[in-house]
């Protein structure tokens, strides 16, 4: 039976949005493995939007499921619309809109809360016992899905790990080519762009991740 995964994203674009690279290795691995795949975000506006050629912020709002749509080619759905009965698993990948759009993370840190949609959908996965792959920055929100004693990783940034580790989570340093799994929580991480220097990098763990969660489906 074809395997069913909800992909999550945060925007379009690494400085407020969801890494473009990341995003597409994750839909590109699961369709090689013949997976089906169906993208959401939600329906908000993004916390600010860069101008990713000089690195300033633009006078300029943007709504993060309008600028999604970008990397899904328009075939995606409003966060609202996502019903974990209907998927086996939920994987979300990194850059900034995860640490911005989807939570406060890069504004709070470890005082940081998840946007209600996003913690909804997260969470009825993990309750679910559904596997869930978080990338980048996004085990950032890793303790606010499954709570504290979690086992995930963003690399080895001691700042962003300390801060991981304020929030319950147990952090694990990881190269960018390896993956660590929670089997009790059912959740995978990779670090990604968090280390990785060039797209073949982010793909050798990312296709980790994609491999692994779909072994968890079973």
Do not use: W
């Amino acid at each position: 039976m074809q395997k069913k995964v909800a992909v999550i994203l945060s925007g379009c674009g690494v400085y407020d949005g969801a890494e473009i690279h990341e995003s597409v290795l994750t839909l590109l691995r699961l369709d090689q493995r013949g997976a089906q795949v169906q993208c959401f975000a939600p329906d908000i506006a993004q916390l600010h939007v860069v101008d990713h050629y000089s690195g300033d912020e633009m006078d300029q709002t943007r709504n993060v499921l309008v600028e999604s749509a970008r990397i899904a080619r328009g075939n995606i759905k409003n966060l609202h619309e996502l019903h974990v009965g209907d998927f086996d698993a939920l994987i979300l990948p990194g850059g900034f809109g995860v640490a911005k759009n989807l939570s406060d993370f890069a504004i709070s840190g470890a005082l940081c809360t998840v946007q209600p949609d996003v913690l909804t959908a997260t969470q009825a996965f993990a309750k679910a016992g559904k596997p869930i792959g978080l990338m980048c920055i996004a085990p950032a929100i890793a303790a606010k899905i499954f709570g504290e004693g979690v086992h995930c990783t963003i690399g080895s940034d001691h700042d962003t790990a300390a801060a991981l580790q304020q929030m319950g989570a147990l952090h694990m340093e990881c190269t960018v080519d390896e993956i660590i799994v929670d089997e009790q929580h059912r959740l995978v991480s990779t670090p990604a762009y968090m280390l990785a220097g060039r797209i073949s990098e982010a793909a050798s763990g990312i296709n980790k991740l994609v491999d692994r969660i779909l072994e968890m489906v079973g």
